[in-house]
């Protein structure tokens, strides 16, 4: 069974920055993509960043340029570099790794930004 273990969330200015970790129980190379996914009450998740086994990124448009998506392979970690944080970005924050036909979640850490 995988486990994905989220860390860094908390509470920050408008325009300040954040970095949440992911840990994953195994090689994140076994994976063909780890991400970070969000959601806030009442709404569906939504796609963050995603990170390609063969380092190809991509981003929502509305976090381009302001997130970084990166990886730590020795550590089994993939983290989400938020810089500009805006009162929107405010949600929990899910990291997520995809293997075929199987997925995998995290319990989530939670992002509140203050205006």
């Known amino acids: 069974q995988v486990q994905l273990v989220e860390s860094g969330g908390g509470l920050v200015q408008a325009g300040g920055s954040l970095r949440l970790s992911c840990a994953a129980s195994?090689?994140?190379?076994?994976?063909?993509?780890m991400g970070w996914y969000r959601q806030t009450p009442g709404n569906k998740r939504e796609l963050v960043a995603r990170?390609?086994?063969?380092?190809?990124?991509n981003y929502a448009d509305s976090v381009k340029g302001r997130f970084t998506i990166s990886r730590d392979n020795a550590k089994n970690t993939v983290y989400l570099q938020m810089n500009s944080l805006k009162p929107e970005d405010t949600a929990v924050y899910y990291c997520?790794?995809?293997?075929?036909?199987?997925?995998?979640w995290g319990q989530g850490t939670q992002v509140t930004v203050s205006s």
């Open positions: 990170l390609f086994r063969g380092g190809i990124t």
């Open positions: 195994r090689s994140i190379l076994s994976f063909d993509t």
């Open positions: 997520n790794a995809e293997f075929i036909l199987s997925d995998y």
